[in-house]
């Protein structure tokens, strides 16, 4: 069981580049987001999906875009790479399993650095 | 709306002395609480959660919380510390309803284990 993987795990970038984290997970789970991870600033969320077809906007979602056309897929789209973007990038899944079934699986994350 | 103050970006101890990570949340509605853990260079992994049944919340490698509404406090504890535990450890509230699986986070709190 693969869980939540990210790809790719190190990315460089230069600024006005675009490029697409791909995220997947085979846990048959309704939910998915992208956070971004700083230092002392936590994860914070970007964009957020509740099934196929549906997003929405989190905390952070200036300079991404994300789609969901399949349960197991949400990619993470950079039209123009800042330098502002420079993070680490964490995928999470979660099913809607009632009270017990609310834990986030998370990948492995993917450090982007865009120069 | 929600929010997690982690109080203590660095806290250090000592082999086999408690620890103690504080977590104050802010939630609008009955919340689910969390704590993951961090090791370098990796996702974050689920030690515990709250999910309304008991407030005394035991989680993995010997760390437990408490819930205490009153307070609105989700502190962290182990009785005896262990340098494999040494990690970034983060707090974070989960919201029910259409937002399951939406989390935010702490700022995060570094844990040093001194032999």
């Known amino acids: 069981n693969a869980g939540v993987t990210q790809t790719p795990k190190f990315q460089v970038l230069k600024t006005g580049q675009s490029m697409t984290l791909q995220c997947a997970q085979d846990m048959n789970h309704e939910y998915m987001s992208w956070y971004r991870q700083d230092p002392g600033m936590g994860l914070r969320l970007i964009h957020y999906s509740v099934g196929a077809g549906i997003t929405d906007q989190g905390e952070v979602p200036n300079g991404y875009n994300v789609s969901r056309s399949t349960t197991e897929d949400f990619p993470l789209r950079l039209l123009s790479a800042a330098p502002s973007q420079t993070s680490v990038y964490f995928c999470?899944?979660?099913?809607?399993?009632?009270?017990?079934?609310?834990?986030?699986?998370f990948g492995q994350g993917t450090r982007l650095t865009v120069v | 709306a929600q929010s997690v103050t982690q109080l203590g970006s660095h806290v250090s101890v000592s082999e086999g002395a408690l620890v103690l990570l504080r977590c104050n949340y802010s939630s609008s509605v009955p919340p689910y609480l969390f704590w993951y853990v961090q090791y370098p260079n990796q996702g974050l992994q689920l030690l515990l959660k709250?999910?309304?049944?008991?407030?005394l919340v035991k989680g993995i490698n010997g760390f437990e919380a408490e819930f205490k509404k009153s307070e609105t406090s989700f502190h962290l504890t182990k009785p005896s510390a262990h340098m494999s535990d040494a990690a970034e450890y983060f707090c974070?509230?989960?919201?029910?309803?259409?937002?399951?699986?939406?989390?935010?986070f702490g700022q995060g709190t570094i844990l040093t284990v001194h032999p």
């Open positions: 974070a509230v989960g919201a029910g309803g259409t937002s399951y699986g939406k989390l935010t």
């Open positions: 999470a899944s979660s099913s809607h399993g009632g009270f017990s079934n609310t834990e986030a699986f």
């Open positions: 709250y999910t309304s049944a008991a407030t």
